[in-house]
């Protein structure tokens, strides 16, 4: 039997069909982590802001005086309440793998949490109707959506390490989006501060 050697491109190939899923997974890994440590330094605030209003207060500015949006400082809860769009936010309150995250008024997340429920109870009917008629007391905060992509593609909680019920203050362009009674505050941050957890 004759002693055959392989050519250096054959055995290229082979080491690349071989190992080729592997540095790809390594490539993107990096690339994400990388994507991650950018936002997170473009975003995150050492020093929490001293400035800061309730999400509520935000609605009482003139958020129609400029097209891109007003400066805001405000701070509320992650979540804190009810999903009140379960049909449209099935994720609240968040928004899978985007860089997107729904805060809530202190005094409103306050109030849910001092609702008594019955033990045992997985979700209260009467917390649940009342979250829909709250709706106002909500800001839809995003990272990047200031760009031509749209927000951040990576899930805010990975990008900050944010849980439900945490504090933040965020800045921000907020804008209203539909009438001065009922409609949203949209938010396009540029940073964000989370307060420690005791």
């Known amino acids: ?5 392989l050519s250096p491109a054959v055995l290229a ?7 080729g899923p592997w540095i790809v997974v390594g490539c993107a890994d990096s690339a994400r982590q990388a994507e991650i440590a950018s936002a997170r330094e473009k975003y995150l605030l050492t020093s929490k802001p001293t400035d800061a209003i309730p999400v509520l207060a935000v609605r009482d500015q003139d958020l129609e005086a400029s097209e891109e949006g007003v400066d805001v400082v405000f701070t509320g809860k992650i979540g804190g309440m009810p999903n009140p769009w379960p049909e ?18 202190p005094a409103t997340a306050a109030e849910f949490a001092d609702h008594q429920h019955a033990p045992g109870s997985a979700g209260c009917a009467f917390c649940e109707r009342r979250a829909m008629g709250m709706a ?3 800001a839809t905060v995003s990272f990047g959506a200031d ?13 900050f390490d944010l849980r439900e019920g945490d504090t933040v203050v965020v800045r921000g362009k907020a804008k209203r989006v539909g009438d001065a009674d009922t409609g949203l505050i949209d938010v396009v941050a540029d940073g964000i501060y989370v307060e420690p957890r005791s």
């Open 147 to 159: 760009t031509a992509h749209g927000p951040t593609p990576i899930d805010v909680r990975t990008l």
């Open 136 to 138: 106002t007391s909500v």
């Open 1 to 5: 039997m004759r002693n055959q050697t």
């Open 88 to 105: 449209r936010e099935k994720a609240f309150p968040w928004r899978t793998e985007q860089a997107v995250v729904f805060v809530v008024d």
């Open 13 to 19: 190939a082979i080491l690349l069909a071989i190992g």
